[in-house]
């Protein structure tokens, strides 16, 4: 099996993990409580999906 015979500069090496960094997700806004969500996801505040119910969501106690 072949073996690389030379190194590769760092310029190609830094150009190939250019793309590497994270991203931040998109958000939507929730139609019920206009709190921002995750899409294709139930609300994590209100715990509605595509107009209805879907969790029960319990509040923080103090």
């Given at each position: 099996m072949a073996n690389?015979?030379?190194r590769h500069t760092r310029s190609?090496?830094?150009k190939r993990r250019a793309n590497w960094k994270g991203q931040i997700p998109?958000?939507?806004v929730c139609p019920e409580c206009n709190e921002p969500k995750l899409?294709?996801?139930a609300c994590?505040?209100?715990g509605s999906?595509?107009?209805r119910?879907?969790?029960a969501v319990v509040e923080k106690e103090k």
């Open positions: 690389p015979t030379h190609r090496r830094d998109d958000l939507g899409p294709h996801m994590t505040s209100c999906y595509k107009g119910k879907v969790l």
